[in-house]
């Protein structure tokens, strides 16, 4: 496609239940972001994938995220057992290897309620 | 990463030319500047990005001060769909892979 898709567009979630998130970046983008967007606030990087290699989790903010990218194009962000914190916008963005602009989708919102 | 420090938020007649100043007076070597904005219920969306050179593209240009320790936006003409949130963001290629946003500047477009 042309852009980088990502769906749910919108997600409610009851407190406790297991969400994924889904990511279609650019075709041939190697590199592959995922941030998280609280109200009001910028985006925080999560983490970062080259192919199918997450080369840098430290933003993932408990052992309840995780992500993977198994084929190194479509990528999931999984959250277990969401809580009210986890509430926010969840950002993929791609590039091509050793671009220095990322495309972002749109994002998904979860609200966990 | 180094920080940086922007104005919450700023406002802009329609047609005029709009400067959004940044601060990074801890600035790297090797960081480089980067602009994203982000429009409401949108994702960010790359702007531009330079060194230590002025940079110009068809949105935007922006001026490097000389000892890098500031950057300033210029959009030439505002437009209505100019209103977004505007991001300076440092980015070490030597050690990042990643930009780090802080919240940024509000533009508001006054038709």
């Known amino acids: 496609g042309a852009g980088v898709s990502q769906s749910p567009r919108y997600k409610v979630a009851k407190r406790g239940q297991d969400v994924a998130l889904r990511c279609d970046p650019i075709?041939?983008?190697?590199?592959l972001f995922w941030y998280q967007q609280a109200l009001g606030q910028g985006p925080e990087f999560l983490t970062y994938f080259q192919n199918e290699a997450q080369l840098d989790k430290s933003g993932l903010p408990s052992d309840r995220f995780f992500a993977e990218r198994p084929e190194g194009s479509v990528s999931t962000l999984k959250i277990q057992r969401t809580q009210q914190e986890d509430s926010a916008v969840y950002l993929c963005?791609?590039?091509?290897?050793?671009?220095?602009?990322?495309?972002f989708g749109s994002g998904t919102r979860l609200t966990v309620v | 990463d180094a920080k940086t420090t922007q104005p919450n938020s700023m406002e802009s007649n329609e047609e005029e030319p709009v400067h959004l100043p940044c601060n990074h007076s801890?600035?790297?070597?090797?960081?480089?500047i980067h602009w994203y904005r982000q429009l409401p219920s949108q994702g960010p969306e790359y702007v531009i990005h330079g060194l230590t050179s002025n940079v110009n593209n068809r949105m935007a240009s922006l001026a490097i001060a000389e000892d890098r320790k500031s950057s300033t936006l210029i959009l030439h003409r505002a437009t209505l769909r100019d209103a977004a949130v505007y991001y300076c963001i440092l980015r070490d290629y030597e050690t990042g892979n990643q930009f780090y946003f802080g919240t940024g500047t509000s533009l508001t477009v006054i038709p």
């Open positions: 963005a791609s590039s091509r290897q050793g671009e220095s602009g990322y495309t």
């Open positions: 801890t600035i790297s070597g090797t960081d480089y």
């Open positions: 075709s041939g983008h190697v590199s």
